[in-house]
């Protein structure tokens, strides 16, 4: 096995939107964070919707996290003073979780004319590859992954006070009827999966009262870090940003829509979702299986919670390609999003075809 390297942190560039900030936000962190000597920023490599930066200080490493350019209009997902707010009571609880060192909530008095948050690193692999990873150790990382799942799901809401921060009762409606806003405000091609299925969520809503759990709704394995030393162990979960107080269903239905596996369509392997198709790794029924192990309880509404994950993946990517679309951004790796828009939706029809997960 080898060493695979730390996410990977490059000079900011000309046209990088923190650039113009730079000599503000320095004083401004020196300021806060009682930090001496030379500050550098640089800019994390990847991702495809908020912006993250490593802040080198004479006494460690910090990582700084900003909604991107053209934004202001998408609230999901960017608002970074609640990320920050959310991590500051969730992590006592999860230490997997970034501790917060900064919340900066108002844009007015912003070094960067935008609300933003400081954390910590948490320094690892980012398993956005792993070739070099044989069957055994997928297996074990793989269920590591899912377990983690099901201990956040087992944080009591009421004792952190994160209850504060979310509505469960309702939780699966408003995701609907959100989704299906986005969608119409982000469409840029005709999906018609994307109707499909839209239609379907909105006529096949559980009517179970709201479960109350702290769900990440991204959690995938590109969120995640392990040790390189030890890839089973689990040492932090990133990208905080969609995490809410919600269904725990809904959470694992978004970790299936991201799975794929060895033996699903050529265009689903084609994306770039993460090693999970690698030999070793359990398929989605033993992920299921698994969880619910954890959790001793039986998963309530998966086709549901797959169809609606699956959903929110093809949106969240149809929103970042509607800002390159649209001139916001020009990062070329955007310019192939409208494509997996219609796969990934075209995973989630098959299972309301199917009746099942597939």
């Given at each position: 096995?080898?060493?695979?390297?730390?996410?990977?942190?490059?000079?900011?560039?000309?046209?990088?939107?923190?650039r113009p900030h730079l000599a503000?936000?320095?004083?401004?962190?020196?300021?806060?964070?009682?930090?001496?000597?030379?500050?550098?920023?640089?800019?994390?490599?990847?991702?495809?919707?908020?912006?993250?930066?490593?802040?080198?200080?004479?006494?460690?490493?910090?990582?700084?996290?900003?909604?991107?350019?053209?934004?202001?209009?998408?609230?999901?997902?960017?608002?970074?003073?609640?990320?920050?707010?959310?991590?500051?009571?969730?992590?006592?609880?999860?230490?997997?979780?970034?501790?917060?060192?900064?919340?900066?909530?108002?844009?007015?008095?912003?070094?960067?004319?935008?609300?933003?948050?400081?954390?910590?690193?948490?320094?690892?692999?980012?398993?956005?590859?792993?070739?070099?990873?044989?069957?055994?150790?997928?297996?074990?990382?793989?269920?590591?992954?899912?377990?983690?799942?099901?201990?956040?799901?087992?944080?009591?809401?009421?004792?952190?006070?994160?209850?504060?921060?979310?509505?469960?009762?309702?939780?699966?409606?408003?995701?609907?009827?959100?989704?299906?806003?986005?969608?119409?405000?982000?469409?840029?091609?005709?999906?018609?999966?994307?109707?499909?299925?839209?239609?379907?969520?909105?006529?096949?809503?559980?009517?179970?009262?709201?479960?109350?759990?702290?769900?990440?709704?991204?959690?995938?394995?590109?969120?995640?870090?392990?040790?390189?030393?030890?890839?089973?162990?689990?040492?932090?979960?990133?990208?905080?940003?969609?995490?809410?107080?919600?269904?725990?269903?809904?959470?694992?239905?978004?970790?299936?829509?991201?799975?794929?596996?060895?033996?699903?369509?050529?265009?689903?392997?084609?994306?770039?979702?993460?090693?999970?198709?690698?030999?070793?790794?359990?398929?989605?029924?033993?992920?299921?299986?698994?969880?619910?192990?954890?959790?001793?309880?039986?998963?309530?509404?998966l086709l549901f919670c797959f169809?609606?994950?699956?959903?929110?993946?093809?949106?969240?990517?149809?929103?970042?390609?509607?800002?390159?679309?649209?001139?916001?951004?020009?990062?070329?790796?955007?310019a192939s999003l409208g494509f997996?828009?219609?796969?990934?939706?075209?995973?989630?029809?098959?299972?309301?075809?199917?009746?099942?997960?597939?």
């Open positions: 096995m080898t060493s695979a390297a730390k996410p990977e942190a490059r000079s900011l560039k000309d046209d990088d939107p923190l503000g936000l320095t004083t401004f962190l020196r300021d806060r964070l009682a930090l001496g000597g030379e500050l550098e920023v640089l800019r994390f490599a990847g991702g495809y919707s908020n912006l993250t930066y490593l802040v080198k200080t004479g006494a460690g490493e910090l990582v700084l996290r900003t909604p991107p350019p053209g934004a202001a209009h998408i609230k999901a997902g960017h608002d970074m003073a609640r990320e920050g707010r959310f991590l500051e009571r969730l992590h006592p609880r999860f230490p997997l979780a970034p501790r917060p060192l900064l919340v900066v909530d108002d844009a007015a008095t912003s070094p960067l004319g935008v609300p933003f948050f400081v954390m910590e690193r948490k320094v690892g692999r980012v398993l956005r590859s792993a070739a070099d990873l044989d069957a055994p150790t997928m297996r074990a990382v793989s269920t590591a992954f899912i377990d983690a799942l099901a201990e956040l799901h087992a944080v009591d809401v009421h004792a952190t006070g994160l209850l504060a921060l979310g509505k469960p009762d309702g939780y699966l409606r408003r995701q609907v009827e959100g989704w299906v806003a986005r969608d119409k405000n982000s469409r840029i091609d005709d999906v018609s999966d994307l109707d499909i299925i839209a239609r379907w969520l909105q006529a096949n809503q559980p009517t179970h009262p709201g479960r109350a759990t702290v769900v990440h709704n991204d959690f995938k394995y590109d969120n995640i870090v392990v040790d390189p030393a030890d890839p089973a162990r689990l040492v932090g979960v990133l990208d905080w940003e969609l995490a809410a107080i919600g269904d725990p269903s809904a959470d694992l239905g978004t970790v299936l829509a991201y799975w794929v596996q060895h033996d699903d369509d050529d265009a689903l392997k084609a994306l770039p979702l993460g090693p999970t198709t690698l030999p070793g790794n359990l398929t989605r029924a033993e992920l299921v299986a698994r969880y619910q192990e954890q959790r001793g309880r039986e998963v309530e509404d169809v609606l994950g699956g959903y929110r993946i093809a949106v969240i990517a149809q929103q970042i390609y509607f800002r390159y679309a649209r001139g916001y951004t020009k990062d070329p790796r955007f997996a828009v219609a796969v990934v939706a075209g995973h989630a029809a098959r299972a309301i075809d199917l009746g099942r997960v597939p």
